[in-house]
């Protein structure tokens, strides 16, 4: 055992590392201790034994000696030193540093003798690993473990989790999951004390996550308030990612001389403080603007000017959608074929299941521009995977596309089962409940 190892703080790493494992506490009890004694070690109730604590982390093929311990002087240190670390990988909005600082936490396996900071700890690297992307199945399970102990956590830490299952949810595009999330923690904000960073922040995402559900007058409302920190703060690019955002509220309510001013002041930031990694992000959404108001040309250059740019290949793939559906509308089925097969390739490249949704619009496409028209099993896979993710907008789209293929092929029947399914998650993604509310 190395020197200097607290055997009372060791209790967390054993516990994490089982559930990250999936085995059962009787399991790693076996032939070392009672389940009962494990338990209570894993709870830090009881200091193991050095031979009882080798035996586990053996069984947890664990490397002691890779284990490195903070000597902190006091717990205000370590609540100092996890703020600090949370404020930082919150507020620099730099994916290298992020990946920087997470390798140098996951790298140290820090121990903590009080519960609270040791959950803080696993909060903080659940975010920063959200806010990368990293393997979202993966951060289902880290979120389907730590909700094994949440029923141990403090009101700040109920804020983090749910903040992050918001930010997972919004991730893999269950919009409606998401917004459950946030509206709890705007029940609970009030019984924590958030710092003014902080708060703009989750103002900003509530925006983010409440304009993706088209939720226009109440994501201005929170994106305003986000607007105003980073202001006063001299944040730009925050600045400017606020105003892309209020740009896209503007484009949903169809004001679309209002959305060209808000991205050109975002763009003339770009210019002014040299941002110039964040002219992708906006070079997209004028590209979007011009596809809404049925200028496919334009649409097509600003999208093209994006891709350039973004140096996230994962970012680039909505640039690709964006580019294959602007040619599905004026009838270009070579191009349509060609950048589907660039988006499919970067999927494949990328090895990222998170990321399926765009194999499945890509997908869709190229079927439906092919010689032999759109496949029936390629469609449905489609609308029975945004089905499983609740995203009812892509079920209402391509369940349109696909009665329409079957009126034309002269399947009536099945045309209007489609038409009515259709319409059913139109209502839902609209909000509407009857026709009558149309």
């Given at each position: 055992m190395k020197e200097g190892i607290h055997l009372c703080k060791v209790g967390h790493l054993i516990r994490a590392e089982r559930i990250r494992q999936k085995m059962k506490q009787v399991v790693l009890a076996r032939g070392i201790c009672t389940p009962s004694y494990l338990s209570k070690i894993e709870r830090n109730q009881?200091?193991?034994?050095?031979?009882?604590?080798?035996?586990?982390?053996?069984?947890?093929?664990?490397?002691i000696d890779t284990i490195q311990e903070k000597d902190y002087e006091s717990e205000p240190e370590i609540e100092a030193f996890l703020n600090d670390t949370y404020k930082k990988v919150l507020t620099v909005r730099n994916d290298e540093f992020r990946k920087q600082k997470l390798a140098e936490l996951e790298s140290r396996n820090l121990l903590f003798e009080n519960d609270s900071h040791h959950y803080s700890f696993q909060l903080i690297l659940l975010r920063l690993r959200l806010i990368l992307g990293i393997d979202l199945v993966a951060r289902k399970k880290e979120i389907d473990n730590l909700s094994k102990l949440s029923s141990n956590f403090n009101p700040r830490h109920?804020?983090?989790?749910?903040?992050?299952?918001?930010?997972?949810?919004?991730?893999?595009?269950?919009?409606?999951?998401?917004?459950?999330?946030?509206?709890?923690?705007?029940?609970?904000?009030d019984d924590i004390s958030l710092e003014v960073w902080e708060k703009a922040e989750l103002n900003y995402m509530i925006g983010l996550i409440y304009t993706a559900d088209n939720r226009i007058f109440i994501a201005i409302e929170h994106i305003r308030k986000a607007l105003g920190f980073f202001q006063e703060n001299f944040l730009m690019n925050r600045v400017l990612e606020c105003y892309v955002l209020i740009g896209v509220t503007q484009k949903r309510s169809e004001q679309f001389e209002e959305a060209f001013e808000s991205y050109y002041k975002a763009k003339q930031l770009c210019d002014e403080f040299n941002l110039d990694s964040e002219k992708g992000l906006v070079y997209h959404n004028l590209g979007s603007l011009y596809g809404t108001m049925g200028k496919s040309k334009e649409a097509i250059n600003f999208l093209m000017?994006?891709?350039?740019?973004?140096?996230?290949?994962?970012?680039?793939?909505?640039?690709?959608?964006?580019?294959?559906?602007?040619?599905?509308?004026?009838?270009?089925?070579?191009?349509?074929?060609?950048?589907?097969?660039?988006?499919i390739s970067l999927y494949i490249q990328l090895k990222d299941e998170s990321l399926i949704s765009y194999y499945h619009h890509f997908n869709f496409f190229k079927s439906l521009h092919s010689?032999?028209?759109?496949?029936?099993?390629?469609?449905?896979?489609?609308?029975?995977?945004?089905?499983?993710?609740?995203?009812?907008?892509?079920?209402?789209?391509?369940?349109?596309?696909?009665?329409e293929w079957y009126f034309n092929n002269r399947k009536y029947k099945l045309s209007s089962i489609l038409y009515n399914e259709a319409n059913r998650y139109g209502y839902i993604y609209r909000k509407n409940q009857k026709w009558e509310d149309l």
């Open positions: 009881i200091a193991p034994s050095e031979e009882i604590a080798t035996l586990l982390f053996n069984k947890l093929k664990m490397d109920i804020y983090m989790f749910n903040v992050a299952k918001a930010i997972y949810y919004y991730s893999v595009k269950n919009r409606k999951q998401a917004i459950e999330y946030l509206e709890e923690v705007l029940h609970t904000v000017k994006a891709i350039k740019i973004k140096k996230d290949t994962r970012s680039q793939l909505i640039s690709i959608l964006g580019i294959v559906i602007e040619y599905s509308k004026i009838k270009d089925k070579s191009s349509v074929n060609q950048w589907c097969e660039k988006g010689k032999s028209g759109l496949s029936e099993e390629i469609a449905v896979a489609a609308i029975e995977h945004f089905k499983k993710i609740q995203d009812h907008q892509y079920i209402n789209k391509y369940s349109i596309a696909l009665a």
